[in-house]
C-alpha cells in the first residue's frame, strides 16, 4: 500500500487510499457494531449525548436538587460545582492533548460534536464526577448504573475511542475524589455563602 493519500488508477483517476485502521480504530468498530445491533442503542445513546452535553443536564439535575433538598442544598451545590470543574478539566486536557476524534469509514459517527478533539471524553469526565457526586449526597449508587451506559454511548455514536472514555471516567472520578475532599474544608466553606455551608450533621 502507498504512503500517499492519494493513487492514480486505471483510467488515471485519482483514488482516495484508505489508510489501514488501528488496532484502537478496530476495535471500536468491533465495539460499535455490538452496540448498535442492540434495539434502541443509537437513540437512547443519542438522548445522553444531548443530557451529557456540556455537562448541562448533571448541572440542572444538581441545581434541581438544591431546590427540593434544602437541608442537603450545600451538598447538591458541591455536585454541580464538582460536576462544571471535571468538564473544565477535560476541555483543558483535551486543548493540550489534541487527538482528533475518530475518522475512518470502519467507524460510524451517529451525532454532531462541538469540537474535533477526543481525549478525554467529556462526556464520560462530567458523569462519572456527576454520578459520584449525586450518589453519595443522595445515598443512591448512581455511578454503577449511569457511567457505563455513558461510556457505551460514545463508542455506540462513534465519537471516541475506548481510551477515551476510559481517561474521561479516570479524569471524572479523580475531580470528585478532589472535590469531596476540598469542599469541607474551612477555606472552601469561608467563601460559600451561608446556605451553602455545610451543616454539623453534614461534616459528622
Known sequence: M???PESTGPAGAPQLEIPVP???VRLLSEVQRRLLAVPGSREAAVTLSHVGEHALGWMAIAAVGMA???PRRG???MVGVGTFSAHAASVV???VVRRRRPDHPAVRVGVGTPSTLSFPSSHATSTTAFALLAGA???VPVAPALVPVM???RLT???HYPSDVLAGAAVGAGCAAVTRAAWPSPAVQRMLPAALRDTPEETR
Do not use: C, F, H
Request: proline share 4%; aromatic share 4%.
Open 2 to 4: 502507498s504512503s500517499n
Open 151 to 153: 461510556l457505551a454511548s
Open 137 to 139: 449526597v443522595s445515598g
Open 93 to 95: 486536557l483535551k486543548r
Open 22 to 24: 488501528t488496532g484502537e
Open 75 to 77: 451538598r447538591w451545590a
Open 68 to 70: 427540593v433538598d434544602p
Open 157 to 159: 455514536l462513534g465519537v
